[in-house]
């Protein structure tokens, strides 16, 4: 897999290429062009709300299509294709196969991203990444809103296409005398998030589809002045997406799993209660999607059922974090940016894992749901755990991927300026949202705590933006000019890989 | 040894808190309405005590990890795994 | 790998399931509290639209974007919607469900001291959804 940018080859061999390498470097470079437009859209969210009244944005309707396109851009287009670039370069790899199980569909499941993105960003849409039902079918503008229901209607098939592909060549291709015990714990995250995917993606495709036919005035599915019903939309589309947390959220745990081992100088504490705790996750990541509804009115029965269900979802990621800590206990722990990533993500998937209890636990949501505590709560996930996560693991295949190595320095600020600002941002959040302040608002009221604390906020967002730009620079410089790295261990950390790297997968 | 005297002291605010809460609570029934407000917080309160002493446990290890296992601690030796060069 | 014994995992396992039952079995006493609403309380009909919240008291008065309710009594909401999903919040209060037309979600309170609240829609609900406030007035109980 290495050195694809040091043989210098003609930009259409890679974009037609069904290589599993070339297909990661197209969904590598997808999906860091998305994560810094929707990086842009976060910034100026947190521009326009750091003052009451307009700052930069002139008008609320322009403000909502921002904040819609921001999420569903960092959820779609960044986080899920990221995952599959560390999917497409990695898993052939770890299970001994020369390519991907079926390398042409790969590439199809790629080329449906960028169209994808296009409709969702020439539509910008106005109805929040949850397209809320009556309002996205009432009085949500067209044409934007109807693209995005294509888009994320692409972006599922892309998504399952994926998933195949992962479960083949994880299960059907592994190397006979590899036994699926032994398979590393980073393609068996993969292998758990594609089982998540294809269970989960049906419902919300078959939602999207009601969706649209009641936007076209043919159905009344979600419509109550049809006799239908939101609240049927608001199930189906969370038992798509709360697994598919854990399809965003199991990849990046994944990522840290191959970290930090790596730079701990010691094998993972426990292999097999890394797979069970995998296994364990994505079953009962099916068991709490109405913790999102709880404010809807439900019975005190079904919330008791569903907190039971969130709850449930706590050790097994705590087995995790437990796996974390006893591997870095007793190692040698070299602290190269990927290792920083990686503990920082570790410290706020805590936090953000205690956010989730609060939610979960029933007469708290009252306090928090809707309210800029689950902004602060979900993007310690997304952010603090996922992205830290993927940064981290990007450093860390950087010098695989292009046989130079990125400026440590410049990794090491970009790691540290990110971390107090995310703490910044996302703690101040919770407070935010425990002193009332409503989510998805275009303005507010000049009350003084929410003003000093949408300013803390907006000063970190501002901190995370420059560590970005330096994040970038060091990419794009250290990429063509950077220094040339060892591959068989440009960390230095003086060991070999314990799955084979030098099986570097030819061409064809 | 860190995470069993951790261990014991979650433990121990299971049982103080709620057994503090009875003995307070008693004998000072309000009159009237419940207040959801009073609940409310008093569960997130509780909630947030022992948030705050589990994580303070969890990243009092991470960050003692991070410290003691740096390889540039004087203390700091090849694991095992080093001298095969493989893990 | 895995020369070891598991056993610190499992009493860690163990530990996190305990305080997860804790949790839970808390919140659902909470929960069951918070939700029991006295037989004595009064209906109040709360109306979300765009972008504005109707009050309808037990005496037919009707109120737009202000609600008066006296302190020592308790209210009981009753919460719909003419277009789009809204949040009938009063935070002070903790009081928060959403107003989905079609259906009448019921949420109670027993305002405790004098004084101003604000009222506001914490769901999503288009152009104005970040001006869609109300003020909640608690004022003393003349007739008793």
Redesign the interface.
């Known amino acids: 897999m290495v050195l694809e940018l040091q043989k210098p080859r003609p930009i259409w061999q890679i974009m037609f290429s069904t290589h599993h390498t070339d297909v990661g470097l197209l969904y590598l470079i997808t999906s860091l062009s998305f994560l810094f437009l929707g990086g842009a859209l976060a910034l100026a969210i947190r521009a326009e709300l750091f003052y009451p009244g307009t700052q930069i944005i002139a008008d609320?309707?322009t403000f909502?299509r921002i904040f819609t396109v921001h999420g569903t851009t960092l959820i779609f287009l960044f986080i899920l294709p990221f995952a599959s670039a560390v999917g497409n370069y990695f898993v052939p790899i770890m299970v001994r196969y020369k390519d991907m199980a079926y390398p042409k569909l790969n590439a199809i499941a790629f080329w449906m991203i960028p169209p994808a993105g296009a409709l969702i960003w020439l539509g910008f849409a106005?109805?929040?990444w949850y397209a809320?039902?009556?309002?996205s079918i009432?009085?949500a503008p067209g044409p934007a809103a109807d693209m995005w229901i294509f888009g994320l209607k692409i972006l599922g098939i892309s998504s399952v296409l994926g998933a195949i592909n992962f479960i083949v060549t994880i299960l059907k291709c592994k190397h006979p005398d590899m036994s699926i015990g032994q398979v590393p714990l980073l393609a068996w995250s993969f292998l758990t998030s594609s089982l998540i995917i294809l269970v989960a993606i049906p419902t919300f495709a078959a939602a999207l589809l009601m969706l649209l036919t009641d936007r076209l005035g043919v159905s009344g599915f979600f419509n109550?002045?049809m006799g239908g019903?939101?609240?049927a939309y608001a199930h189906l589309f969370w038992f798509t997406f709360h697994p598919e947390v854990y399809v965003l959220v199991i990849p990046a745990i994944g990522m840290m799993y191959e970290i930090i081992p790596r730079f701990s100088r010691k094998?993972?504490?426990?292999?097999?209660?890394g797979i069970f705790a995998f296994v364990l996750l994505s079953m009962v990541s099916f068991s709490s999607w109405a913790h999102h509804m709880y404010?809807?009115?439900m019975s005190?029965t079904e919330?008791?059922v569903f907190?039971?269900g969130t709850?449930?979802a706590?050790?097994a990621s705590?087995?995790h974090v437990?796996?974390f800590i006893?591997t870095m206990w007793n190692g040698r722990i070299k602290f190269a940016t990927p290792m920083m990533w990686a503990v920082g993500g570790i410290a706020l998937f805590f936090s953000a894992g205690a956010g989730g209890?609060v939610n979960?636990?029933?007469?708290?949501d009252?306090?928090t749901?809707?309210?800029y505590w689950v902004v602060g709560h979900f993007h310690l996930f997304v952010m603090g755990t996922i992205a830290f996560g993927s940064i981290g693991f990007l450093y860390y295949m950087f010098p695989y991927v292009t046989g130079r190595m990125y400026n440590e320095k410049m990794g090491q600020a970009h790691f540290i300026m990110s971390f107090i600002g995310a703490v910044l941002v996302f703690f101040t959040q919770h407070l935010l949202g425990l002193?009332?302040m409503?989510?998805?608002?275009?303005?507010?009221?000049p009350i003084p705590e929410w003003i000093t604390m949408n300013q803390i906020a907006s000063v970190g967002a501002m901190i995370i933006g420059v560590s970005m730009f330096i994040f970038l620079i060091n990419m794009i410089y250290s990429s063509a000019k950077g220094k040339l790295a060892d591959t068989d261990d440009p960390f230095g950390l003086g060991g070999k890989y314990y799955y084979p790297f030098e099986a570097k997968n030819p061409h064809h | 040894m860190k995470?069993i005297i951790g261990?014991f002291l979650?433990?121990a605010i299971?049982v103080i808190i709620?057994a503090v809460n009875f003995v307070f609570a008693a004998g000072d029934e309000p009159e009237?309405?419940?207040?959801?407000?009073v609940?409310?917080?008093?569960?997130f309160y509780?909630?947030m005590t022992?948030a705050f002493t589990?994580g303070a446990v969890v990243s009092g290890t991470i960050i003692w990890l991070c410290w003691r296992f740096r390889e540039s601690h004087p203390k700091a030796t090849p694991t095992p795994y080093e001298k095969e060069g493989v893990w | 790998?895995?020369h070891?014994s598991?056993w610190?995992?499992w009493?860690?396992?163990g530990?996190?399931?305990?305080?997860?039952v804790?949790?839970?079995s808390?919140?659902?006493n909470?929960?069951?509290?918070?939700?029991?609403i006295?037989a004595d309380a009064e209906v109040i009909k709360v109306t979300g639209q765009?972008w504005f919240w109707t009050f309808e008291h037990e005496d037919g008065t009707k109120e737009i974007g202000e609600l008066h309710v006296k302190v020592?009594h308790?209210y009981k909401f009753e919460i719909t919607s003419k277009?789009?999903?809204h949040?009938f919040?009063i935070?002070?209060?903790?009081?928060?469900?959403?107003a989905?037309?079609?259906?009448i979600?019921?949420v109670w309170?027993?305002p405790?001291e004098v004084g101003e609240h604000?009222i506001?829609?914490?769901?999503?609900?288009?152009?104005?959804?970040?001006?869609m406030?109300g003020t909640l007035f608690i004022e003393e109980d003349k007739s008793s």
Request: proline fraction near 9%; charged fraction near 15%; include cysteine.
């Open positions: 609320s309707m909502n106005d109805f929040t809320t039902p009556p309002y009432i009085s109550p002045a019903d939101p609240i094998p993972i504490y426990s292999h097999s209660s404010a809807t009115g005190f919330k008791t907190m039971i709850l449930a706590v050790p705590a087995m437990f796996n006893a209890v979960a636990a029933m007469p708290l009252f306090q749901h809707d309210s002193y009332g409503p989510r998805r608002v275009y303005d507010y009221p | 995470s261990l979650v433990l299971l709620p009237g309405y419940l207040d959801r407000r609940v409310i917080w008093n569960l509780r909630m022992v589990v | 790998m895995g070891h598991n610190p995992e009493v860690y396992v530990v996190v399931i305990a305080l997860m804790w949790v839970g808390e919140a659902w909470a929960e069951r509290l918070v939700e029991h006295p765009q020592g308790a277009d789009v999903i949040s919040n935070h002070d209060y903790v009081v928060l469900l959403d989905v037309p079609g259906r979600n019921t309170f027993a405790k604000a506001q829609c914490r769901e999503y609900c288009g152009l104005i959804h970040y001006n406030r």
